[in-house]
């Protein structure tokens, strides 16, 4: 997939990015491909209407990375667009190297109009579907597309190979110019514009007004299983998704593989990816797939199809058949499905689940209010929209925290972020006091010991009375997700019924509405790593952290030296 495209740099900038490059090769004794990106305003026709969005190589969704487990990639990463961008290679660990991790002031800073960067991609134990993304104000929205982490060579899946295999990338279609969207909405305070329309692969599908002939098809031999490669990459809603009367079977999720289990439809949050095998065995037909929102808080609530058509001779019905998806508001259908989700935990995929802990963080999640000061704001009441954990609303520095933790620069980020809330309340009540609306802003960090066992309880709160499930995300580490429920967190009886066994691997947990959850992981990746809610307006309001994760005592231990070339700020 390698394109070919000059970077047009200037002398001295090729040279030291062909240095990083050969020092890269040879501390890693591998010499890793190397693939050409440029980001660009293309034209996109959709809903009776035609805009300028910003693409990578003209396409949406973008381009997919094709690798195998262990790999290690070079791409180069040309901003001919009139925004500053980065990428972030969602759910890729990068081992001790943040540097290319991609969040903007967090681990770099933003490749402005007309500047290059070179992301180093070092892959380690994913396998499956990832995916990539910029992580540059609302960019995301059209800039993504899938990464593909093939088994190591001489090694295959742990189900029998399928026939083909498409991506499946559901996203975000906006009419307006998505940057002008979240601006107008932090200059007034107030909720963003919703999305349009969803889109599978680019299309909204026939549903909407003038989607009908670029409605996306998949062809299915009659007999055959196919593997379907699903990526949420929807700017603000959780989704279900299901093909008419067939059957999927869940194999894997955020590159790793679960027990398989069958199910008519799946739920799969904003950041997500999951591996999806469906046979052919239906009457050969014309069979929409489709996904529409699940929320507690409607946001979107169209629907988006694509096209299963089988091969063949026969008469096609003048309307595929459709799905009957679970209603938007349907708990139930949401947590019965998550709570089967278990790692396969094999012997050639083992797991590593510490039963034990001694970091904890209690994490509360909210959506509430600041004041606007002298003039009044389109938020409720007059006051400005603010997200937080653990009522820290966090605030974007002006040089990214990985810089100014190597290069020791003072007075960007403190490091006291609270292992717990100051305030107890009854988080989860219909009514809460006043007092738990506006939360503090501030860069505060959290530092961990390098191999220390980090147990994290996201405990979900009903602020404003506007209660969603949050999927968070966690960069530069998988989690395992121990337990899960609804109310209150008691710290004496839910462990009790905590899996310590073969809980699901992920990098992206949605935290159930008026709910929560409780993750664990080893802190044995050296850097700065952002965790954030993957519904955008929550980021950008300030549902964000991060963690700077300690050097080990070994130099195998240690954050990998600073590349020669930063993008400065």
């Not at 597309?145 to 498409?166: D, L, M, N, Q, W």
């Not at 063949?312 to 019905?317: I, Q």
């Amino acid at each position: 997939m390698e394109i070919k495209q000059s970077l047009n740099l200037k002398y001295f900038l090729g040279v030291l990015l062909l240095l990083n490059m050969f020092a890269f090769s040879m501390a890693n004794k591998t010499i890793p491909s190397s693939i050409n990106w440029v980001i660009t305003e293309a034209k996109y026709a959709r809903l009776c209407s035609t805009k300028k969005i910003l693409t990578v190589n003209g396409l949406f969704p973008g381009p997919p990375l094709y690798v195998h487990k262990g790999d290690r990639v070079i791409v180069n990463v040309r901003n001919q667009a009139k925004y500053n961008i980065t990428i972030h290679w969602h759910g890729v660990k990068q081992p001790r190297n943040p540097w290319s991790d991609g969040p903007e002031y967090v681990t770099q800073c933003p490749i402005k109009p007309g500047a290059s960067f070179s992301y180093h991609i070092i892959f380690s134990t994913e396998e499956g579907t990832l995916w990539w993304h910029a992580h540059s104000d609302w960019s995301r929205a059209t800039v993504h597309g899938p990464i593909i982490v093939y088994p190591k060579f001489g090694t295959t899946y742990p189900f029998p190979k399928p026939y083909a295999e498409f991506p499946i990338v559901l996203a975000s279609w906006f009419k307006g110019d998505v940057m002008e969207i979240i601006q107008t909405a932090l200059e007034t305070g107030a909720e963003p514009n919703k999305s349009d329309a969803f889109t599978i692969n680019g299309q909204p599908g026939d549903l909407y007004n003038c989607s009908k002939q670029g409605t996306f098809r998949i062809l299915f031999d009659y007999g055959k299983t196919y593997l379907l490669r699903i990526i949420n990459s929807i700017m603000n809603e959780e989704v279900f998704f299901m093909v008419a009367h067939h059957n999927l079977r869940v194999v894997g999720m955020d590159g790793a593989y679960v027990k398989p289990f069958k199910t008519n439809y799946i739920m799969i949050t904003p950041g997500q990816a999951m591996d999806v095998l469906i046979t052919a065995n239906q009457s050969p037909s014309h069979y929409y797939m489709a996904a529409r929102a699940y929320a507690g808080v409607v946001y979107d609530n169209t629907t988006t199809t694509a096209i299963v058509q089988y091969s063949g001779n026969y008469t096609a019905p003048s309307t595929p058949l459709f799905p009957n998806l679970p209603n938007y508001t349907d708990i139930n259908a949401a947590t019965n499905f998550t709570k089967r989700l278990r790692a396969l935990a094999s012997k050639e995929h083992p797991i590593d689940v510490p039963k034990s802990f001694n970091t904890e963080l209690f994490m509360t999640i909210s959506v509430g209010t600041r004041p606007c000061g002298d003039t009044s704001c389109s938020g409720p009441n007059g006051t400005r929209l603010a997200a937080s954990l653990t009522n820290i609303s966090y605030e974007q520095p002006e040089v990214d925290i990985l810089q100014a933790y190597y290069r020791k620069i003072k007075g960007i980020y403190t490091q006291d972020f609270p292992s717990k809330p100051h305030y107890v309340f009854n988080y989860t009540a219909d009514e809460l006091p006043d007092n738990v609306l506006t939360p503090t802003r501030g860069t505060k960090v959290k530092v961990l010991k390098y191999n220390s066992n980090v147990q994290i309880v996201f405990q979900g709160t009903n602020v404003l009375s506007s209660a969603e499930n949050h999927p968070m995300h966690l960069h530069g580490f998988s989690f395992y997700v121990v337990g899960s429920g609804f109310g209150n967190f008691d710290k004496k009886t839910d462990p009790k019924g905590f899996n310590l066994v073969d809980p699901p691997e992920l990098n992206t947990v949605g935290v159930p509405k008026n709910g929560w959850a409780v993750i664990r992981f080893k802190a044995d990746n050296p850097g700065v790593w952002f965790m954030h809610c993957h519904l955008e307006r929550h980021t950008s309001w300030g549902m964000d952290m991060v963690f700077i994760v300690k050097n080990g005592t070994t130099k195998a231990t240690s954050l990998l030296q600073a590349p020669p070339y930063l993008n400065p700020c």
